[in-house]
């Protein structure tokens, strides 16, 4: 019996198939010879070759075939539909809700086209009315009602699938889901295009953009256009649908960016990207700021209604609760992080009934491990890195233009700005709502400073007891308690080192017997300043030392408080605390409050007399100290000759002749004093005043006087020559 090859089983596709490989299209031509497929290339003609195991090259062999389609190299595409609207149903990846969804008729397509197709019925108009007379059940009545049109099902049997190879995407109607195709004239697309554009770059409404394009329009059908002939026959007017459906379609990240920068569009249509993890409590803290939206009052005293304040919190990442806050109208510094650390590692006063029910609140505190801040110059110094490294923790810059790299705090702040300054007078509102409303925050503004930082103390405990999504439904609280109770809590225990690490430093400073001046303020200590110069003039460089005892030093103090500062003795190495001689005004003042009433003072002296006015008065007062000596105007121009002839101030100043002309003004002295001149009110005093006799002698006193002790008595006295009478004046003004 003669050995027969066995048959290769073969896999069946529909005509027309595409098999990509490698993303390269080929054409399933057959079997040339047994063992062997021809794939021949769409677009070069070339079949596909590959290398056997023996080393030979050939064409594809069944094994290679199964290797490339398990690699995932291999993939068969249908065959393309005849309509785009046919193409776009069979590639969409609906699912038969989806499909029950946008068309309910779709079932009832797919069981006439099927139930023909299963039982032969050529694709007829006569042959499908006959089988559906006998094929279409009571049963299939009752769920889908009568048949529908033959002509119709011919139709839907052409053009939807074929026998065998018929799904329900294939039958849903595309109306309406298809982008219409644009018009036909490139002048009123391009005209469409440009006012897409303008709603886009100008953000013009709908309504207005469809008024521009179809003015523009108009004008190019009447031949007044400059940019485009008049057409043969009108172009037609879009309608605002479609005007509309152009505007949208330029919405997209790549738009946005070139409009608005690519930090916006980030913002918008990228992901918050990997967040920050933590496998405990302290672990690594997050450091973050916003402006409150609100103004408060921040003295009642002057009467002075401070700016938006800036909130600085420490969120923990690990449990988002939040370990320290600040309150400040100084912008976010290196101060304000070294004050927010200090705060974390302290523990808390939260309101007194909360702490009776939920006791951890207190010891909500602690030193992180590892703290992010922001990239700015401030917390880039090197006196935050000594500060971390006394402490003990370490400092992490988080990624440039990166806010979604902070997720955690971001998140945390309108939560409090909702609870702070939603309801409260001063808060901010909507431009829109505001002048509707007639809202006026500064003016409305009765709130002061420390009813803010009571109102903040109480919503950050009360976002500690709340539930939170991120943390599975738990409160931030509760999952603090948890970890903290495995691994304890850590602290900053020489916060008085650190707080003089963190300090603001003025590096020369002039110190005297009197103290130092700064910020328009005195500070001295009896006893300190003494024992600074003592210290610091015998190590004053030559060139800066004075008759004088004033040496220069570098001074801290804290933006808080303004009322000490700590002046470091660089022979001793330790600090000397100044106390403000004005302890009344700088008792716990914060720095830019100082300022702002400086500014305030600076305000109201403007308003008393102008620079110009003082100038104009010291003008005339130097004038008529020159007009007291008319020969020393002729000096001074003899002098000022002279140095022109000089010929190196010649070659520095040129040539500076000129013809000076001076117009006589009568200013003299008189005119600077409002009343009389002292030396006739001493002469009419004398005249008037009662007198004795210029002749007449005074009678000794019968008892000395305590200011005589001493002197010589009265028998000494007597032994003395006699004393020259004292001259008296007389009313003509001469002595006798």
């Known amino acids: 019996m003669p050995n027969r090859e066995k048959a290769m089983s073969h896999y069946n596709y529909p005509l027309n198939t595409i098999i990509e490989i490698d993303e390269a299209p080929y054409k399933y031509v057959g079997l040339p010879m047994p063992g062997r497929i021809h794939l021949m290339h769409c677009q070069t003609g070339l079949p596909y070759i590959i290398e056997d195991k023996e080393g030979f090259m050939g064409l594809l062999t069944p094994e290679g075939y199964d290797e490339l389609l398990l690699e995932g190299r291999l993939i068969v595409r249908e065959t393309e539909r005849a309509s785009i609207a046919r193409k776009m149903a069979s590639e969409a990846e609906w699912t038969f809700a989806d499909c029950d969804e946008l068309d309910p008729k779709a079932r009832k397509m797919l069981a006439q086209c099927e139930i023909l197709d299963d039982h032969g019925v050529p694709n007829g108009v006569k042959a499908i009315g006959l089988a559906l007379g006998d094929y279409w059940t009571p049963e299939l009545r009752e769920k889908y009602g009568e048949h529908d049109n033959p002509h119709t099902i011919k139709r839907w049997r052409t053009d939807r699938g074929f026998a065998g190879d018929r799904n329900i995407r294939d039958m849903v109607r595309m109306t309406g889901r298809v982008r219409r195709a644009p018009y036909f004239d490139d002048v009123p697309q391009e005209v469409l295009q440009k006012g897409a554009l303008l709603n886009w770059t100008q953000q013009l409404s709908y309504a207005d953009v469809t008024t521009e394009i179809s003015n523009e329009l108009r004008d190019i059908n009447a031949g007044n256009s400059s940019l485009y002939p008049k057409p043969e026959k009108p172009y037609p007017i879009p309608h605002y649908a479609t005007v509309r459906r152009a505007c949208r379609a330029l919405i997209g990240a790549v738009t946005r960016e070139a409009r608005d920068g690519k930090a916006a569009s980030d913002a918008d249509w990228k992901g918050s990207g990997r967040p920050l993890t933590a496998k405990r409590a302290l672990e690594l803290a997050i450091i973050d700021h916003t402006p409150i939206n609100g103004f408060f009052v921040l003295d009642l005293d002057h009467e002075m209604v401070a700016g938006k304040p800036w909130l600085i919190v420490m969120i923990d990442v690990h449990s988002e609760v939040i370990l320290g806050h600040v309150i400040s109208y100084l912008p976010p510094s290196y101060w304000t992080v070294g004050e927010v650390l200090k705060r974390a590692s302290l523990p808390k006063r939260p309101p007194p009934k909360l702490i009776e029910r939920y006791p951890i609140l207190r010891r909500i505190c602690g030193k992180a491990a590892e703290i992010i801040v922001d990239n700015a110059a401030e917390f880039r110094s090197q006196a935050l890195e000594d500060a971390a490294k006394g402490a003990g923790f370490a400092v992490r810059h988080c990624p440039i233009k990166k806010p979604r790299y902070r997720a955690i705090g971001e998140r945390i702040f309108p939560t409090l700005q909702e609870k702070v300054t939603k309801l409260i007078p001063g808060g901010s509102k909507p431009i829109a709502l505001a002048r509707k409303l007639g809202h006026d925050p500064e003016q409305e503004a009765c709130v002061t400073v420390r009813e803010l930082e009571a109102l903040v103390n109480a919503a950050i405990a009360e976002y500690h007891i709340s539930t939170h999504s991120g943390l599975q439904d738990r409160q931030p609280a509760l999952v603090f308690e948890k970890s903290v109770a495995k691994h304890g809590i850590d602290l900053i225990h020489d916060l008085a080192g650190f707080q003089r690490e963190i300090m603001d430093v003025s590096p020369a400073v002039q110190l005297s017997n009197t103290g130092l001046r700064l910020f328009n303020l005195r500070y001295h200590c009896i006893r300190g300043v003494p024992s600074l110069l003592e210290d610091l003039v015998a190590v004053e460089p030559r060139r800066q030392s004075r008759a004088d005892a004033i040496a220069t030093v570098k001074v801290k103090y804290d933006p808080q408080d303004i009322s000490v500062v700590h002046v470091w003795n660089r022979v001793k190495k330790t600090h000397t605390i100044l106390r403000c001689s004005d302890e009344t005004y700088a008792n716990g003042m914060p720095l830019w409050f100082h300022n702002q009433l400086l500014e305030r003072a600076r305000e109201e002296a403007a308003a008393f007399n102008t620079e110009a006015e003082r100038i104009a008065f010291r003008s005339r007062r130097i004038k008529a100290i020159r007009n007291i000596s008319p020969e020393a105007k002729h000096r001074e121009r003899l002098t000022v000759a002279r140095l022109y002839e000089i010929p190196r101030l010649r070659q520095i100043t040129g040539n500076l002749v000129h013809l000076h002309m001076d117009e006589p003004e009568a200013i003299s002295l008189d005119e600077f004093i409002a009343h ?61």
Do not use: F, H
């Open 676 to 736: 009389d001149l002292s030396a006739t009110t001493m002469l009419d005093d004398e005249i008037l005043a009662p007198r004795l006799p210029v002749d007449q002698s005074r009678k000794p006193k019968n008892k000395r006087d305590r200011r005589d002790a001493g002197q010589p008595s009265e028998s000494q006295e007597s032994k003395m020559p006699a004393r020259r009478p004292t001259r008296t004046r007389r009313v003509s003004g001469s002595y006798e």
